[in-house]
């Protein structure tokens, strides 16, 4: 690697004086190496992975997660503009923009890198498997645990009890979600998919939450 980086030596005249003939051809190769990797292809992947990072995930699941909470508090409980709990709304956007959302890009891009068995289908197969039997699950818990803490409630209690309920929901919805979005759909726009998915999934994530905590104050 550092001979490369480094001039040619004219070893023919001085150890240590520098071919300034030699060293201007090989500046002119490492400026033909560096305009390659700057190509119009490369240049739009770079941007679409910073845009997905930077807007799709941290900024937009907090609004995702929030919007949910919000149709679930005023189009579902019917609260009225009065009675929103927006202590509630600002635990799911927390939740979505700190923790969800950074954890699905890195967890994409694992599964991109790491999960590859024989062909497209078989591939995508076993990525849906990876994803529903570690991610979801563990999302679940995940999800439930940091609601229930910072409403100071018993943690234990509530992923126990609710857990099931919200994997079995997710069991007829998200497989076949992340079927279409792992075959067809390019990875930078994967957590695009899911958080437009995911507008009613927080919806009724959001209801089981409170339901819950409901239940456990009776």
Known sequence: MLRWLVPPLDRSIDRHKIDLTDSHQGIKQDSRGVRSLLKPSHINIITS???????????????????????????????????????RTGRMAFYGGAIFGPAATLWFRF?????????????????????????????????????TALEGGDVGVKVTSTWPTVMKANLMLWPWVQMVNFKVVPLEHRVLVVNIVALGWNCYLSLVNSKADDQAAK
Request: some cysteine; glycine content about 6%; hydrophobic content about 45%.
């Open 49 to 87: 992975q910073l845009f997905s990072v930077t807007f799709l995930t941290k900024p937009g699941e907090k609004v995702l997660y929030a919007t949910g909470d919000v149709l679930a508090q005023q189009a579902v409980e019917k609260r009225g503009s009065k009675n929103h709990d927006f202590a």
């Open 111 to 147: 599964l991109q890198s790491h999960v590859r068995l024989g062909g497209p289908t078989t591939t995508m197969l076993a990525q849906v498997a990876c994803d529903q039997s570690i991610m979801a699950s563990a999302n679940a818990a995940c999800f439930l645990a940091t609601m």
